[in-house]
């Protein structure tokens, strides 16, 4: 259900309806993540119309293709582990580089990515950080470490919010404790359960498309957020800052990837190519605030977004993406999910 | 059928006569398309092998169940002893739904009770103000709640403002706010069925109970509530059901800290586990309940209609 608020609340249904549209896009992208105007701007100049359905989590995404919504999209946004997921349940179509004329503006170091070496059928979106914001107001303390949501200082206690994703609030929670993802040693995997289990007592809620307005609101004094959303929370007058702590934060990417079956191939690879055109690129990350993957959108973009505290982490910051891990491993990291909320 | 017998609704008319199937097919169609094929689908899904991340492998199995009931441990390696966890949160559900329905009848029964009884004119105007509020979405109404009763929210300003309160009263994410939004959701299905055996009832019944020396509380017990029973019955059980699904309230106002049976179920279709037959026992489990609840109610009707 909180699902159900963020798709209600944002589901942006048959967004342009150029009458004498040449032919048809179906985008199935995450809420509030692409502004009105560029894809009307994309309709306009393909005179193509476009529908958009959104999910808010990546395995919201996945469960939905599986139920059988595979062949009515022609494009989905899936992070980085679920493209590998996805690219491994034969969920994705493939296409050349030369199929895309702006391919080139790819930036280098997001072209042989792990989860798609070569980028065979995806395109990067957008990638940020997820870590944690912190109201000043409330604690005047060093916001350095992830303790502050796992081991909690007394102004924080009952006034905290994390993600209601086991695997980012999971990963966040190993980082902590510096144990690998993924692991299947039960020393380690004990000890993530406890840390969770002690740490619950000190968490007012899960949520994940309300992580801004409870920051906002001050319903809570510090939450899991993603960089992006922690720079909306802020420019929309929560007095908060973006951490990043020291024990390392999740870094991620989120893709435009071109689905298997898909209706509109063709307009499937225009929209891509569109979204790599630095000038879109920009808008994208004017409106998201998190950072393209694309070379020379530094001139489109506006200086507040450019130099935002969120997307400048420190040169030294630790990152980790997400691990897919395998079925055996996977089970028991559910058990501690589903322990913990109990 | 006798031959000559009266045939459909008061019996008045012939022409309906033979072609009862034909009047009631749609209806089949759409109970078997919308109801009996899903209900159906989902317990076979539930004793099917589990796939990864979602969907499932057509094999028998009965490890969904299992693991409804039996738990082996974190690593599935201990010796089986009965699993709490499931039972805890159906039970939660439950107590949660049955304090819910409590309420809405603490305040129901008075409202309806209240409206019978003014001039036939304005019922329909008392009525009509029971509903207004669920011309909105539900959605939208449990989220104006939380915006209501958050600690900056509106509520606490104007507590604070007449120093009534020094500090928030910090209602959000607590069960009492979800007994608030299960309560404001579902009033009116307990409001109407109730409304409907009072306006029924013949007050001349109290007043002859009265004549003979019965005491208000004699009159309530042995006169009027087996008289609007079935109403109350029925307004207990339109606010039970869906609360026991209910996952907004408690995501939306309980801040989400504990799964619910409906958010425990959505968790395996659309979360992490991607455990569909566990997914689909658990509904099936959830719904082997309602109906038990519900034979209890209709044969408790049978025996009151029988007397």
């Known amino acids: 259900m909180r699902k159900l608020l963020a798709s209600t609340a944002v589901a942006l249904l048959a967004l342009t309806a150029g009458a004498h549209a040449e032919g048809k896009l179906s985008i199935y992208h995450w809420f509030e993540y692409i502004p009105q105007e560029l894809l009307d701007k994309f309709a306009e100049e393909y005179d193509v119309e476009v529908t958009m359905d959104t999910f808010d989590s990546n395995e919201a995404l996945l469960a939905s293709l599986k139920a059988g919504k595979l062949g009515s999209y022609d494009v989905a946004v899936p992070g980085d582990y679920m493209v590998k ?80 994703t086991a695997g980012e609030t999971l990963t966040l929670a190993s980082l902590y404790l510096g144990i690998p993802q993924c692991t299947s040693d039960r020393s380690q995997l004990k000890e993530l359960n406890a840390l969770v289990q002690k740490a619950k007592g000190d968490w007012a809620s899960f949520g994940s498309d309300v992580a801004k307005d409870v920051l906002v609101s001050g319903d809570a004094a510090a939450g899991m957020i993603w960089s992006g959303f922690s720079a909306k929370a802020r420019a929309e007058g929560a007095n908060i800052e973006y951490v990043f702590p020291k024990e390392g934060m999740i870094v991620w990417m989120d893709n435009v990837v071109l689905l298997k079956d898909a209706p509109n191939r063709e307009n499937a690879l225009k929209f891509m190519n569109f979204l790599l055109d630095p000038e879109n690129a920009a808008a994208v990350t004017n409106y998201a605030q998190y950072t393209a993957g694309v070379k020379g959108v530094g001139e489109f973009l506006k200086p507040e977004v450019a130099n935002s505290p969120e997307s400048n982490p420190p040169a030294d910051q630790k990152g980790v993406f997400v691990q897919a891990c395998p079925e055996d491993v996977q089970v028991l990291y559910d058990a501690i999910w589903t322990n913990l909320k109990k | 059928m006798a031959a000559g017998a009266p045939v459909g609704a008061g019996g008045t008319s012939n022409i309906y006569k033979g072609s009862g199937w034909k009047l009631l097919f749609p209806s089949w169609v ?60 159906f039970w939660r559900s439950i107590w949660q739904a049955g304090l819910a329905t409590i309420t809405c009848l603490l305040i129901g029964f008075p409202t309806a009770w209240f409206i019978a009884t003014r001039k036939p004119e304005s019922r329909s105007i008392w009525l009509f103000l029971v509903t207004i509020p669920y011309w909105v979405n539900l959605l939208i109404r449990t989220v104006s709640m939380k915006f209501l009763i958050r600690d900056t929210g509106p509520l606490n300003e104007f507590l604070l403002s007449l120093h009534v309160i020094n500090e928030p009263l910090g209602l ?85 800290k504990t799964f619910m049976i409906g958010s425990l179920i959505e968790e395996q279709f659309k979360g992490n586990a991607g455990n569909w037959p566990f997914g689909a026992a658990a509904s099936m489990i959830l719904l082997t309940i309602v109906m038990c609840v519900l034979l209890v109610y209709a044969r408790n009707q049978n025996k009151a209609e029988a007397r």
């Not at chain 1, 349940?89 to 070496?117: Q, R």
């Not at chain 1, 912190?134 to 502050?148: A, Q, R």
């Not at chain 2, 492998?57 to 169940?65: C, H, P, Q, T």
């Not at chain 2, 738990?71 to 039972?87: A, H, M, N, V």
């Open chain 1, 85 to 164: 997921i996805m690219r491994d349940e034969g969920m994705l179509d493939t296409f050349e580089a030369s199929e895309l004329p702006n391919f080139g503006n790819i930036e280098d170091k997001w072209v042989d990515v792990e989860f798609d070496p070569g980028r065979k059928s995806s395109i990067p979106y957008q990638w940020g950080s997820t870590s944690f914001s912190v109201n000043k107001d409330v604690y005047k303390g060093k916001l350095d470490s992830l303790s502050l949501i796992f081991d909690a200082p007394a102004e924080l206690k009952g006034k905290i919010n994390v993600l209601d």
């Open chain 2, 172 to 256: 959000i994410n607590t069960n009492f706010a979800v007994q608030l939004g299960l309560f404001y959701s579902y009033l009116p299905f307990m409001v109407l069925p109730i409304y409907a055996a009072v306006e029924r009832y013949d007050f001349s019944l109290s007043e002859a109970a009265a004549d003979l020396y019965a005491s208000t509380w004699t009159i309530l017990w042995l006169v009027i509530l087996p008289v609007v029973r079935p109403g109350i019955i029925a307004g207990c059980i339109l606010v039970f059901v869906p609360s026991l699904g209910a996952f907004l309230a408690p995501d939306l106002l309980g801040g989400a």
């Open chain 2, 30 to 89: 759409i109970i078997g398309i919308f109801l009996l094929a899903p209900v159906l689908m989902m317990a076979v899904y539930s004793f099917l092998t589990k796939e990864f991340r979602g969907g499932v492998i057509w094999e028998f199995s009965l490890n969904a169940y299992d693991q409804f009931f039996f738990d082996r441990g974190l690593f599935g390696d201990e010796p089986p002893t009965l699993e709490w966890t499931y039972i805890g949160i």
